[in-house]
């Protein structure tokens, strides 16, 4: 093989590798993580950049929290899942 083939094939495995890496950072976008609130009173789900995309929350759990502790276990929750890079 001569130089000109040599950068050739390692054009063309530099694009393969490329495209690999562009559709695996497709797919982890795609992709959804569902998280437990803190004190059972739900879940929500992020997709794999981040995006906040469903809150679910247990009526019966939530009507025995005040506004203030709700809002804190939910900060919580959404806290936790930026730690373990669910959220960013």
């Given amino acids: ?9 390692l054009a063309k495995e530099i694009d393969a590798k490329v495209e690999k890496a562009k559709s695996a950072a497709s797919a982890a976008a795609r992709a959804r993580r569902t998280w437990r609130l803190p004190g059972e009173i739900g879940t929500f ?3 794999g950049t981040g995006e906040l ?5 247990n009526a019966s759990v ?23 890079g669910g959220i960013a």
Avoid: W
Wanted: net charge negative.
């Fill in 1 to 9: 093989m001569n130089h000109e083939d040599d950068l050739y094939h």
């Fill in 45 to 47: 789900t992020t997709t």
């Fill in 62 to 84: 939530v009507k025995s929290y005040s506004a203030a502790s709700l809002s804190r276990k939910l900060l919580a929750g959404i806290q936790r899942a930026e730690r373990d």
């Fill in 53 to 57: 995309v469903d809150v679910s929350l």
